[in-house]
C-alpha cells in the first residue's frame, strides 16, 4: 500500500511539473505564424479578425480536415511538410469551391507542385509591396525585409509587385474556388496589420466568400505529424517541453526511490573511431529518424555561417546578413540563396541532397586558386 502511495504521489508532482511547464511556455516568437500566437509574427488578430465580421472560426487539430465547400482557409508557413495526399485533398476542396491563402516565405514542396507555384529562388527587399486595383482599397502593404518573388503564369494575376515590378502576391480561380498565394505572410500577421493597407487587404481576402462563410486556420501542419517526426517538432513546442518535463519529473522520482532502470550492462572497452565514422554514423541516424529537415536547416545554416566569416559579416541576426551579402556581394549572395532553394527543393533522394549539399560547400568553402587551375 506504502508503495502504491508513492507511485501516486510521484505521478501527482510529474503532471502538475508538466502543467507549469506547458503554461509557462514563451509565446514571444512565432517564426511559424501560428493562429494561437499573440506575438507580432503570429496570426492570431487574422482569426478574431474573421470571427468579428460573422465567421465562425476554427483551427485544423489533429487530423486535416479542410473546412465546407464555401469556406475559406488560411495556411502560414507550414513547419511539416504537407503529404501527398494532405496536398491532393486541399486541391480538390479548391476545385469544389473554397478559398485558400497560403503564404509562405519558402513554399512547402507538394503545396507548390499541385497549385504550380514557381518561384524565382532569390531574396529582395519586400519592406513595402504595391496593389493593384483587385484589392480594393489597398495601394501598399508593408512586411518583412526580404522575399522570395513568384515567376506567375497567365492564370495567375499579381496583386502585390515589389518596388521592381516582380510579383509577391497573386491570385488564381482553381476549379469553382480561388488560390491566393502570398510570398510574405507578415503582411497578415498581427504586429502588421495595422501597418500601411495590411488590415483592408485582410479584409478583402474574408470578401472573397459569403457573409458567414466557415474560415479555418491549418495549425495541423504546424506541429508534430505522423509526416515529421523529427525530434524538434516536439521538443521545441510548448506541450512537447511539457512531455520532456513529465519524463524528467518520472526519472527523478524512480532515481530517488533508489530503483534500477535495468541490468547492470559492463562498460565496453573504448576504440578509437575515425572521424569518417563518426561522420557516416550520424548521417545515418538523421536519415533513420526522418529529421530531414532538420538536415538541411544545419547544412543551410553552416554555410550562411562560412560565408558571413569569410566576408567579414555578423551571420546573425538573419535578415541583417542577409540585407549586407546582397550590398557586399550581390553575385555571392544571389548563387548562396539558389543553392539554398536548390536543396529545400530536392527530393527525397539522398543522391539529390548530397549534390545541392556539395553545392553549398563549394560555396561557402572556393578552392584555392591553385587548386582551381588545376581542375
Not at 508532482?13 to 516568437?29: E, K, N, S, T
Not at 514542396?109 to 484589392?135: C, K, M
Not at 470578401?207 to 517538432?233: C, K, R, S
Not at 539529390?352 to 553545392?359: E, K, P, S
Amino acid at each position: 500500500m506504502r508503495n502504491l502511495r508513492g507511485w501516486v504521489l510521484a505521478l501527482l508532482l510529474a503532471l502538475v511539473i508538466a502543467a507549469f511547464a506547458y503554461l509557462g511556455q514563451p509565446r514571444q516568437d512565432s517564426p511559424e505564424h501560428s493562429s494561437n500566437s499573440d506575438a507580432a509574427n503570429g496570426a492570431s488578430a487574422a482569426r478574431l479578425f474573421a470571427d468579428a465580421m460573422g465567421h465562425p472560426t476554427s483551427q485544423i487539430e489533429g487530423t486535416f480536415t479542410p473546412p465546407s465547400s464555401n469556406g475559406l482557409m488560411f495556411v502560414f508557413t507550414p513547419t511539416s511538410p504537407y503529404s501527398t495526399d494532405d496536398a491532393n485533398r486541399t486541391a480538390n476542396w479548391v476545385r469544389q469551391g473554397g478559398v485558400l491563402v497560403y503564404a509562405s516565405e519558402q513554399g512547402d514542396p507538394e503545396l507548390d507542385r499541385v497549385f504550380a507555384v514557381t518561384r524565382f529562388g532569390s531574396l529582395l527587399r519586400s519592406r513595402v509591396q504595391y496593389a493593384n486595383p483587385a484589392l480594393d482599397g489597398v495601394t501598399t502593404v508593408a512586411g518583412g525585409n526580404l522575399a522570395e518573388p513568384f515567376d506567375v503564369a497567365a492564370e495567375q494575376v499579381a496583386v502585390l509587385r515589389s518596388s521592381g515590378g516582380l510579383p509577391l502576391a497573386y491570385i488564381q480561380k482553381f476549379g469553382s474556388g480561388k488560390v491566393v498565394v502570398l510570398a510574405d505572410p507578415l503582411v497578415m500577421c498581427n504586429g502588421y496589420l495595422d501597418k500601411a493597407d495590411n488590415g483592408r487587404m485582410l479584409a478583402d481576402l474574408l470578401g472573397l466568400v459569403d457573409g458567414g462563410a466557415a474560415v479555418a486556420f491549418d495549425e495541423y501542419h504546424h506541429g508534430l505529424i505522423l509526416n515529421d517526426f523529427a525530434p524538434q517538432a516536439w521538443v521545441a513546442t510548448p506541450w512537447g517541453a511539457a512531455i520532456l518535463w513529465f519524463l524528467v519529473a518520472v526519472f527523478i522520482g524512480l532515481l530517488l526511490r533508489g530503483r534500477r532502470f535495468g541490468p547492470l550492462i559492463p562498460r565496453p572497452a573504448e576504440t578509437v573511431r575515425a572521424d569518417a565514422e563518426w561522420a557516416v554514423a550520424v548521417g545515418e541516424l538523421l536519415r533513420r529518424s526522418g529529421a530531414r529537415a532538420l538536415t538541411l536547416g544545419m547544412l543551410a545554416g553552416a554555410s550562411e555561417r562560412a560565408v558571413a566569416q569569410r566576408t567579414g559579416l555578423p551571420a546573425q541576426p538573419r535578415d541583417r546578413f542577409w540585407n549586407a551579402l546582397y550590398s557586399r556581394a550581390p553575385e555571392l549572395a544571389a548563387e548562396l540563396a539558389e543553392a539554398e532553394r536548390v536543396l529545400y527543393g530536392t527530393a527525397d533522394g539522398d543522391a539529390d541532397m548530397l549534390n545541392a549539399a556539395q553545392r553549398l560547400h563549394r560555396i561557402a568553402y572556393p578552392p584555392a586558386p591553385e587548386r582551381r587551375s588545376r581542375q
